[in-house]
């Protein structure tokens, strides 16, 4: 038999060998929490409201429709917008600006430069008659990387004859101000005149002239008198105008201005 003081021993002993965990006890890594301290689980998906603010956030390769879509200027308001997703494959296009030669002497198209607002129609699409407000184009002037003139784009669409495109880092059309200032573009076509990546010739002057090149000027790398009248005008204030280039054939014929970016 074992003497108390032997059992004592013993028992000590069992004790360190295998220890007793009560319920009370709590492991050193766990976290106790309680009601809203406690973390909830994450969705998930977090969806943010669709809020596109130029054509290109539309824009699916091979599958967008052109026609109008709605757009959400710097404020969260949102417009009418017309988008062109075909003719200039990897970009995507919004319509700034639309006019027929008829309505040429409208101040919105002939003296009144981008930065200044102007609107007409702005709410309703029309390819004889429209112009973005001055918050609407610098809205899309800041989604966007490229802009371009063209000419009948509803009965033509983008041939690439009596047209130019440049991008924003090169030349700025929205806050540009001056007369006869050489201004480098990536592309430009007037009455079969060709260049790329060259400078031209732009004005464009407040209560004066909108954006504008006079094909009957040189200075600049592009040269495109030949065939010119004295003084013509091209995508834009049209005082004096050649029936020769597109936009000014007819009275029905029509100028566009675009803001776009490449995916």
């Given amino acids: 038999m074992l003497s108390p003081s032997s059992s004592a021993v013993i028992l000590c002993l069992f004790a360190v060998i295998f220890p007793v965990k009560g319920d009370h006890h709590i492991d050193e890594h766990s976290v106790e929490c309680k009601g809203n301290y406690c973390p909830k689980p994450m969705p998930d998906v977090y ?5 596109p603010k130029s054509c290109v956030d539309y824009y699916v390769p091979g599958k967008s429709t ?22 200039e494959p990897g970009t995507a296009w919004t319509l700034v600006m639309s006019w027929a030669n008829i309505n040429r002497g409208l101040p919105e198209f002939r003296q009144t430069p981008f930065k200044y607002d102007a609107p007409i129609n702005e709410n309703s699409h029309n390819w004889y008659m429209y112009r973005q407000s001055l918050k609407r184009i610098r809205s899309l002037a800041a ?3 490229h802009w371009r003139a063209t000419c009948n784009y509803p009965s033509h669409g983008v041939d690439f004859t ?13 806050n540009f101000l001056g007369s ?4 480098k573009v ?15 010739r732009f004005w464009q002057v407040n209560d004066t002239f909108t954006l504008h ?6 200075g600049c790398d592009f040269d495109p008198r030949a065939g010119s009248v004295s003084s013509e005008d091209n995508f834009g204030f049209y005082l004096v105008i050649n029936p020769k280039f597109r936009c000014t054939k007819r009275k029905f014929s029509t100028t566009q201005w675009w803001f776009g970016a490449h995916l």
């Fill in 143 to 145: 989604h966007s990387t």
């Fill in 66 to 87: 052109c026609g109008i879509y709605r757009l959400f200027d710097e404020h969260g308001n949102s417009y009418p917008a017309y988008c062109d997703f075909k003719s």
């Fill in 180 to 183: 006869g200032v050489c201004k």
């Fill in 47 to 51: 969806q943010k409201p669709f809020r």
């Fill in 162 to 174: 009596d047209y130019v495109r440049g991008n924003f880092k090169d030349f700025d059309i929205v």
């Fill in 186 to 200: 990536e592309h430009v076509n007037i009455r079969g005149h060709i260049g790329t990546h060259l400078t031209a």
């Fill in 213 to 218: 090149i006079d094909s009957g000027s040189g």
